[in-house]
């Protein structure tokens, strides 16, 4: 798994890179084909029996005696070749689908690991259902696509190499035919594979551009419903999907094309050399038994037939061949946190100092913080506060690690955040946010979520977050299961829950992103109490829009077009009677 992160691919072909996902396995797959020819064995020698009963009956001279005999070991030949079909057709398979299943996990595998390590900012520009279909969709054409070259390629490579080896034996003079129909059906592929692969790759990213519609249209229902506009949604879907069925339908054109003009250029070949095989064998020029004609004949419809279905595996190949393509962006994206090689973080004091910190959204020209000077102390409660837009929600992602500063500095316990491995640094913060993320789990398995305590930890954890009411007046207590995103929970109980999580982790750096915004005055009030606990002994950094929830904080920062406005004690802000105050009264009104 580790070697398909590191390995290139943009400057790669398709068909290279995926060689390269089975390249351990290469003399297994030759085993395969091996065991496939072995398996289908029955396909071929059936006609060759058959054109040996057929001379027989029609050869003159012959005892009963001696067709009999000859019938019983045709019989005999026929019986065991048929029969092994069994053992060797399970084996086949068995040895086909531990590579086709290793690297199917694989490949998930890596795009789950690279898209943890992919920076904040690459998740926000990029539709979650987009990257949903490149680890299933994706990755199970890939598998399809190995199924079907791992059927077809020594089916075609079985075919030719029989007919044409049985065709020297009987009338050398017939591999002619072979030579010309192969080439016929290979041009017809070279002329037409671009426009394929084109419009593959535009259906492809149409239903990854539906992938994160319909992702975004579900997070959505309760907005959509409470406002009335089920149809104004419907109908944003509805442009996609007729997007869908436009690409589609050109793919299904283009691959219809190609199959039907395939199949009618094999036919009339296959035709023609029939009635020439008619016309050599009678001037005695294929001077050979009827049953051969048969046998011959038998053979080149195969071929053809063969190479038929080979041609019509083609749009899937070059389906499965978009899909390479389109892991590889997500596998060799370069936006990575980069972290490798630098010092761990062992332990954090929690003294925060930003020198001249700017930071620049790409894509935007306006800077969202600008020439930022400020120094947090070890176990300080510093809140940020302002307008939409002033920078709060920055910050708290330049503290967590999840953006670096465009330019300046920021110190963590005087070293710069830049020069350190942030994976190991984070194992020291928590963050609650006022969204409560919740997975499909039981109460504990969500408190416990990256942690491991002890009963006397946990239960510690839940009686400070004010959760022991609740989870005592659950009908399986800490066992009880609770649905994604935590529906059937108020916004109150999920916050304890956060709350509870983060006091786990015991960390030196806290971060309360507008953590009591969504929750009524009630529910704030009952929360207050166990973040006050949380807080206490830590550095804890607080983005806030209720004022209310900032009061008692050791300093608030007033921020304002990504600068520092103000900064104090709330009762220092309120006799500057600046931006702040005027924030305080306008709180104090809508109270």
């Given at each position: 798994?580790?070697?398909l992160?590191?390995?290139?691919?943009?400057?790669?072909?398709?068909f290279?890179?995926?060689?390269?996902f089975?390249?351990?396995?290469k003399?297994?797959?030759?085993?395969?084909w091996?065991?496939?020819?072995?398996?289908?064995?029955?396909?071929?020698?059936?006609?060759?029996?058959?054109?040996?009963?057929?001379?027989?009956?029609?050869?003159?001279?012959?005892?009963?005696?001696?067709?009999?005999?000859r019938?019983?070991?045709?019989?005999g030949?026929?019986?065991?070749?048929?029969?092994q079909n069994?053992?060797?057709?399970?084996?086949y398979?068995?040895?086909?689908?531990?590579?086709?299943?290793?690297?199917?996990?694989?490949?998930r595998?890596a795009l789950?690991?690279r898209?943890?390590?992919l920076?904040?900012?690459y998740?926000?520009?990029?539709?979650?259902g987009s990257?949903?279909?490149?680890?299933?969709r994706?990755?199970e054409g890939i598998?399809?696509?190995?199924?079907?070259?791992l059927?077809?390629?020594?089916?075609?490579?079985?075919?030719?190499?029989?007919a044409?080896?049985?065709?020297?034996i009987?009338?050398p003079?017939?591999?002619?035919?072979?030579v010309?129909?192969?080439?016929l059906?290979?041009?017809?592929?070279?002329?037409?594979r671009?426009k394929?692969?084109?419009?593959?790759?535009?259906?492809?990213?149409?239903?990854?551009?539906?992938?994160?519609?319909v992702?975004?249209?579900?997070r959505?229902?309760p907005?959509?419903?409470?406002?009335h506009?089920?149809?104004?949604e419907?109908n944003?879907v509805?442009?996609?999907?007729?997007k869908?069925?436009?690409t589609?339908l050109?793919?299904?054109?283009?691959n219809s094309v190609?199959?039907?003009?395939?199949?009618?250029?094999?036919?009339l070949?296959?035709?023609v050399t029939?009635v020439?095989i008619?016309?050599?064998?009678?001037?005695?020029i294929?001077?050979?038994?009827?049953?051969?004609i048969?046998?011959?004949?038998?053979?080149?419809?195969?071929i053809t037939?063969?190479?038929l279905?080979?041609?019509n595996c083609?749009?899937?190949?070059?389906?499965g061949?978009e899909?390479?393509?389109?892991?590889?962006e997500?596998l060799e994206?370069?936006?990575?946190?980069?972290?490798?090689g630098?010092?761990q973080?062992?332990?954090?004091?929690?003294?925060?100092?930003?020198?001249?910190?700017?930071?620049?959204?790409?894509?935007?020209?306006a800077?969202?913080?600008?020439?930022?000077?400020?120094?947090?102390?070890?176990?300080?409660?510093i809140?940020?506060?302002g307008?939409?837009?002033?920078?709060?929600?920055?910050?708290?992602?330049?503290?967590i690690?999840f953006?670096?500063?465009t330019?300046?500095?920021?110190l963590?316990?005087?070293?710069d955040m830049?020069?350190?491995?942030?994976?190991s640094?984070?194992?020291?913060?928590?963050?609650?946010t006022?969204?409560?993320?919740?997975?499909?789990?039981?109460?504990?398995?969500?408190i416990?979520?990256?942690?491991n305590?002890?009963?006397?930890?946990?239960?510690d954890?839940?009686?400070?977050?004010?959760?022991?009411?609740m989870?005592e007046?659950?009908?399986d207590?800490?066992?009880t299961?609770?649905k994604e995103?935590?529906?059937?929970?108020?916004?109150?109980?999920?916050?304890?829950i956060?709350?509870?999580?983060?006091?786990?982790?015991?960390?030196?750096?806290?971060?309360?992103?507008e953590?009591t915004?969504?929750l009524?005055v009630?529910?704030?009030?009952?929360?207050k109490?166990a973040?006050?606990?949380?807080?206490k002994g830590?550095?804890?950094?607080?983005?806030?829009?209720?004022?209310?929830?900032?009061?008692?904080?050791?300093?608030?920062?007033?921020?304002?077009?990504?600068r520092?406005?103000?900064i104090g004690?709330h009762e220092?802000?309120?006799?500057?009677?600046?931006?702040?105050?005027?924030?305080?009264?306008?709180?104090?009104a809508?109270?």
């Amino acid at each position: 798994m580790k070697e398909l992160l590191h390995r290139e691919y943009r400057n790669r072909r398709a068909f290279q890179n995926y060689l390269g996902f089975y390249a351990e396995y290469k003399w297994r797959f030759i085993f395969i084909w091996i065991m496939y020819m072995v398996k289908a064995s029955p396909v071929f020698v059936l006609p060759i029996l058959t054109a040996e009963v057929i001379n027989m009956i029609t050869e003159p001279g012959l005892s009963a005696d001696q067709i009999y005999t000859r019938l019983y070991e045709i019989l005999g030949i026929g019986f065991v070749v048929i029969v092994q079909n069994i053992p060797t057709h399970i084996y086949y398979v068995h040895l086909m689908s531990v590579p086709c299943r290793n690297v199917e996990r694989n490949l998930r595998s890596a795009l789950c690991t690279r898209l943890q390590h992919l920076s904040i900012p690459y998740h926000t520009s990029t539709k979650m259902g987009s990257l949903q279909n490149k680890v299933t969709r994706d990755v199970e054409g890939i598998e399809n696509m190995t199924r079907m070259l791992l059927d077809t390629v020594p089916h075609l490579l079985l075919s030719l190499g029989v007919a044409v080896v049985v065709t020297l034996i009987k009338s050398p003079f017939f591999v002619l035919f072979y030579v010309a129909a192969v080439p016929l059906a290979v041009w017809l592929f070279l002329m037409i594979r671009e426009k394929m692969a084109q419009r593959n790759r535009d259906f492809r990213q149409s239903i990854e551009e539906m992938s994160g519609k319909v992702t975004e249209m579900i997070r959505l229902i309760p907005i959509t419903r409470a406002h009335h506009v089920e149809d104004v949604e419907i109908n944003r879907v509805n442009e996609r999907l007729e997007k869908i069925r436009k690409t589609g339908l050109k793919v299904d054109y283009i691959n219809s094309v190609f199959g039907s003009v395939n199949w009618v250029l094999l036919m009339l070949f296959n035709l023609v050399t029939l009635v020439l095989i008619a016309i050599l064998y009678k001037r005695g020029i294929m001077n050979i038994g009827v049953g051969d004609i048969g046998l011959l004949t038998g053979y080149f419809s195969q071929i053809t037939g063969t190479v038929l279905t080979a041609m019509n595996c083609l749009p899937a190949i070059t389906k499965g061949l978009e899909s390479v393509k389109s892991i590889g962006e997500v596998l060799e994206c370069p936006d990575i946190e980069l972290n490798a090689g630098k010092p761990q973080v062992k332990d954090v004091k929690g003294d925060f100092r930003f020198e001249h910190v700017s930071f620049q959204y790409p894509g935007s020209e306006a800077h969202a913080l600008e020439d930022i000077n400020l120094h947090v102390t070890p176990g300080e409660t510093i809140a940020f506060v302002g307008p939409s837009g002033a920078g709060k929600s920055t910050i708290a992602h330049l503290v967590i690690g999840f953006v670096r500063p465009t330019t300046g500095r920021l110190l963590l316990d005087g070293r710069d955040m830049n020069d350190l491995d942030l994976r190991s640094y984070r194992t020291f913060i928590s963050v609650v946010t006022q969204e409560t993320l919740l997975f499909d789990g039981t109460i504990r398995e969500n408190i416990c979520y990256g942690v491991n305590p002890n009963e006397f930890e946990l239960m510690d954890a839940i009686r400070s977050a004010d959760l022991l009411e609740m989870i005592e007046a659950m009908p399986d207590g800490l066992n009880t299961q609770v649905k994604e995103n935590g529906a059937r929970l108020s916004g109150g109980q999920k916050q304890r829950i956060a709350i509870a999580r983060a006091l786990l982790r015991d960390p030196r750096v806290l971060i309360l992103d507008e953590a009591t915004s969504a929750l009524d005055v009630e529910s704030e009030a009952q929360i207050k109490q166990a973040l006050d606990r949380l807080v206490k002994g830590r550095t804890t950094f607080v983005i806030a829009h209720r004022l209310s929830t900032i009061r008692n904080a050791d300093r608030i920062v007033v921020l304002n077009k990504g600068r520092i406005a103000e900064i104090g004690t709330h009762e220092e802000l309120k006799a500057m009677n600046g931006l702040y105050a005027d924030m305080e009264q306008k709180f104090s009104a809508a109270q």
